[in-house]
């Protein structure tokens, strides 16, 4: 099995981050690595190991690390200050690229979070319609609040709808605030609207859930049934936000929500994310149009913050030149294909899902359609394939690949290589 060459220096910091941070990381992935610095579609550890970089900073490093037309556009406005609290023109006109962009968005509230954006699409949902619980999908991830650790990741799925908290330190009355129902069902999920709709402010959903994609009429399903119903229609794009296509998945997918989270690719690698959607929804956070009372309070310290903005619009210009997505999707579906061809090679029960700027790998041949089926993968399989990619100069999340405008068709070759040896490593147990 390979191993990953660790320096002393490397292994100082590492220690000295057991003293004062908990568990000895920032929270986010399982492995110990200390990145020192990334290029393009790479990035380097602190004992200068070498990686293809399909962690990407999870998901926001679309157009790869320090891009020069990021960075020239960041050090322009840092040279300016960097945070002003009141509106700024670069703020604006990455607002006014937003509406252009994204069918749903007719207007724009900054944060500095996707769990504040979900959190607040949510707190708009329950304004617009002044009801108080949101039906999410048992799998389903939004971020970190209260109201999204739940049934995200659960032990043993219980029943429809009642919902089970992901971690400790949930107020209990709060579970009975969300609504689970199963991804990918639309009957289930359509009736379970249909039933509690005098109580519902609106519906959650990650268009692609974590890797799996949306069976056909599901997303269309949901979007009548909200309609139907008067509730808002929520697409967590946080993720798939300027990713799956320059509009997103709702463009993608073809079904436009009322509302819409967005973070990751529009900061640019910065602290911003936003809330979107049309003017019927939007309208909320403006307290002279619908009212003290009715108004969705909703300030933040860095909300709009010019540095991010920079970089973020230097981002959406880079993927606005002709044939980005085209090339991003032939590098993803390049590395799909390639990864669906080593596991026959290997003789390997095991998938790729996901689109191809986005997707992971499951061991099990079973067809996969919700969090039940993904569940059923063989986790333990994973787990030594990514211990294995990131000791051959892989680096990955633990449970996705993202790919970058910066992943020349050689740079797949050479991951694919990589992965040839992982998944032969993982055959062999
Ligand atoms: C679909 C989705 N929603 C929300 C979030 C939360 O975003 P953040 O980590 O910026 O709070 C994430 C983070 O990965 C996500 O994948």
Known sequence: MAE?????????IAARARNVLPAGGFGNVTFDVVIREGRGGRVWDESGNE????????GPMLVGHAHPDVTAAVQAQVARGSTFFVN?????QLAEEIVAAVPCAEKVRYLSSGSEATFYAMRLARAHRGRGKIMKFE????????????SM???????FPQAAPDTAGIPDSVRDEILIAPFNDAETAVSLIREHQDELAGVIVEPLQRMIPPEPGFLEALRDATRECGMALIFDEVVTGFRFAYGG???????????????????????????AGGDDFMKYFDAAEVGAENAVKQIGTLSGN???????????????????????FAAGRQFMDGLTALFAKHGLAAQVLGEPPMFDILFTDAPVTDYRGAAQSDGAKLKLFNDQVLAGGLLKGDNKFYVSTAHTGADIAEALDICDRAVAAVAAT
């Open 51 to 58: 990686y293809l970089d399909f962690l990407l900073g999870s």
């Open 153 to 159: 990741a659960p032990a043993r799925p219980g029943n």
């Open 306 to 328: 010019p540095v991010a903005a920079a970089a973020g619009l230097a981002t959406l210009q880079i993927l606005k030149r002709d044939g980005a997505y085209d090339d991003l």
């Open 88 to 92: 700024n023109e670069l703020g604006v």
């Open 249 to 275: 998945a709702q463009e993608l997918y073809g079904v436009v929500p009322d509302i819409c989270a967005l973070g990751k690719v529009i900061g640019g690698g910065y602290p911003l994310a936003a809330v």
């Open 4 to 12: 990953r060459n660790v320096s002393d220096a490397e292994a100082l």
């Open 139 to 150: 799998g389903g991830f939004h971020g970190m609040s209260d109201y999204a650790l739940m």
